[in-house]
């Protein structure tokens, strides 16, 4: 069974532009989240939806953060326009259920350099 | 609100040393503890976890006790190996408000060498 996806594995744009990030959860799991890690500090949750509807989107740091999950499939993060403080990496994970104890499962991230 | 705090790193130590990853945490109620492992160029993947006090987890060679008289869940191995350098995250969820969205702590490079 193929794990959690992530595209691109890294990014380099500059300030100003537009990227997004692409997520492909494990096939079934019906949740699916977003984290981020400024260089060294702690991961932050970001958002995180139950199929295609948003759940809790209350780490989201700004309007210039769109996230979607069209169809409850993959998931898309764009960042329109790209500061410098939004380096760092991009994390997703997903999971067949949530709860307290529930085991997330991460891809492997990407790196994003805002120049 | 809750929160996690690691030692820092990076901690480098020789094959077969013991290691200890201190990890404290703040939070009312009882969450869940976990540890979680980053692999060069992969993603994180859940290590152990304990749900209640004094639960142990364990997981290839690793162990860690859900202490909540200290708060602390120390991770520990008796004897590390070169495969075993990576980035080990502290983690808590379930605690204020039955939150499952993990806090996580700052993460602790390890590297282990020959």
């Known amino acids: 069974e193929a794990g959690v996806t992530q595209f691109p594995s890294h990014s380099v744009i500059e300030k100003g532009q537009t990227v997004t990030l692409r997520c492909d959860p494990i096939?079934?799991?019906?949740?699916l989240y977003w984290y981020r890690r400024v260089m060294g500090k702690e991961i932050k949750f970001l958002l995180h939806?139950?199929?295609?509807?948003?759940?809790?989107e209350s780490g989201m740091p700004n309007n210039r953060f769109l996230a979607e999950r069209t169809g409850g499939t993959y998931s898309t993060l764009k960042v329109q326009p790209a500061e410098l403080e939004d380096s760092g990496v991009y994390f997703c994970a997903s999971s067949q259920e949530r709860g307290r104890s529930v085991t997330q499962y991460f891809g492997p991230g990407t790196r994003l350099t805002v120049l | 609100g809750d929160s996690v705090t690691q030692m820092e790193g990076p901690v480098t130590l020789s094959e077969e040393a013991f290691l200890t990853i201190n990890c404290t945490y703040t939070?009312?109620?009882?969450?869940?503890l976990f540890w979680y492992v980053q692999y060069p160029g992969e993603g994180l993947q859940l290590l152990l976890k304990?749900?209640?006090?004094?639960d142990k987890g364990s997981n290839k060679g690793f162990e860690a006790t859900y202490r909540k008289e200290t708060t602390s869940f120390h991770l520990e191995k008796g004897s590390v190996q070169v495969s075993d350098s990576a980035v080990y995250f502290c983690a808590l969820s379930g605690a204020s408000g039955g939150s499952y969205i993990p806090t996580f702590g700052r993460g602790t490079s390890l590297i282990v060498h020959p």
């Open positions: 304990a749900t209640k006090a004094d």
């Open positions: 939070a009312t109620g009882y969450p869940s």
């Open positions: 939806f139950v199929k295609e509807s948003k759940q809790d």
């Open positions: 096939s079934g799991h019906d949740n």
